[in-house]
């Protein structure tokens, strides 16, 4: 399966994405911003629900025109907290993660390289495409919506010089992606058979980090002086 690297849909940035009824405070003006939101999100659907009756799908070589419907990648409930933890973080409390971070995205994509060599025996082609266009998305996604507004001073710091994202962010915006790609996945004419694939290797990659949570992902988010301070988050 080939990965594109040319991403025209990238169009949103993550404070546009992330749920607002989640993760912002239950205030007077946020219910209202929700309640805009959902209308046309609604409406968006409606519309979307008319070209679609007026087109007809590709079904030739298996492939289809849009796979979203396919797309399940179910997130673990503790890596969920973690996505709200570092929302509540950077967007309320002003912290930021900081960097360069060790394990990098690179590192991690590493990490899940041998661990999938030492449980299968060896790496299938499609694994290491598969890794190889997490490490593509990641990198083009990341400036252009996976970022919070007040994380894009830091990143313009840290990636001065055309550095690769992937070299100096780590699982707490890689995880991001994963909210995402979903909708990325929606785009491309993708087979059933490997979309299936797909799927099935990016939840096991999900377990991966799941399992390694206390060594790659952050206890403490960065602030002035270099005071951390603690998320507190349940080892369940």
């Known amino acids: 399966m080939e990965v594109p690297c040319s991403l025209p849909w990238l169009e949103q940035s993550w404070d546009e994405w992330v749920g607002v009824d989640r993760l912002l405070k239950h205030t ?29 799908p590709k079904s030739s070589n298996g492939k289809f025109c849009h796979a979203s419907k396919l797309v399940n990648i179910q997130i673990p409930l503790t890596l969920k907290k973690q996505l709200v933890d570092d929302c509540e973080f950077i967007t309320h409390l ?30 299938g082609d ?70 299936i694939e797909l799927q099935a290797n990016l939840v096991d990659f999900l377990k991966f980090l799941h399992k390694n949570r206390s060594s790659f992902f952050l206890s403490t988010y960065h602030v002035s002086g270099d005071i951390g301070i603690r998320t507190n988050k349940e080892d369940d």
Do not use: W
Not at 34 to 53: C, Y
Not at 101 to 123: A, C, E, Q, S, T
């Open 126 to 195: 499609s694994v290491g495409e598969i890794v190889r266009g997490l490490c593509c998305y990641f990198d083009k996604a990341l400036p252009m919506m996976l970022l919070y507004s007040n994380e894009r001073q830091q990143f313009e710091e840290a990636c001065a010089s055309d550095i690769s994202p992937s070299t100096v962010y780590g699982a707490e915006h890689l995880l991001r992606l994963f909210v995402k790609l979903p909708e990325f996945l929606s785009h491309a004419n993708i087979e059933e058979e490997t979309l």
């Open 28 to 56: 007077e003006e946020n219910v209202l911003k929700q309640q805009e939101l959902n209308k046309k999100d609604g409406n968006d659907k409606n519309m979307k629900v008319g070209r679609a009756s007026q087109m007809k």
């Open 94 to 123: 002003g912290k930021l993660v900081k960097l360069p971070r060790v394990p990098n995205v690179d590192d991690i994509l590493k990490k899940y390289l041998d661990y999938r060599l030492k449980k299968d025996g060896l790496i």
